[in-house]
Nanobody, 125 residues
Framework: QVQLVESGGGLVQAGDSLSLSCVASGRTLSSYAMAWFRRAPGKERELAAAISWSGRPTYYGSFVKGRSTISRDDDKNTVYLQMNSLESGDTALYYC??????????????????WGRGTQVTVSS
């Protein structure tokens, strides 16, 4: 099975950018479709972005509105989430997740078998 470790979170100002990274170990990243979820205080975990095994297609949560880009580098066993024009509503714990199948739906958290512990993103206004 794969282990996932996120990094790159922090405290930023509204309008700033942030790049999150997720490093996989244990198995090659190319075996998995990958995703970033977030859980804001008092809210359910929701999909921010997902990327297929080949890098296309990609999917984004409706709240992203073109502000984020997910990418992967299988040679480095790393998935990235570039977030721009951050808003206070983006404050959340961001999780990296992996799945061997999207059969239960790209946007469902139940689809993803493996999870990292998360990295905190705090956006101050």
């Amino acid at each position: 099975q794969v282990q996932l470790v996120e990094s790159g979170g922090g405290l930023v100002q509204a309008g700033d950018s942030l790049s999150l990274s997720c490093v996989a170990s244990g198995r090659t990243l190319s075996s998995y479709a990958m995703a970033w979820f977030r859980r804001a205080p008092g809210k359910e975990r929701e999909l921010a972005a997902a990327i297929s095994w080949s890098g296309r297609p990609t999917y984004y949560g409706s709240f992203v509105k073109g502000r984020s880009t997910i990418s992967r580098d299988d040679d480095k066993n790393t998935v990235y989430l570039q977030m721009n024009s951050l808003e206070s509503g983006d404050t959340a714990l961001y999780y990296c997740a992996a799945t061997e199948s999207w059969a239960r739906g790209v946007f469902s958290k139940e689809t993803y078998e493996y999870w990292g512990r998360g990295t905190q993103v705090t956006v101050s206004s």
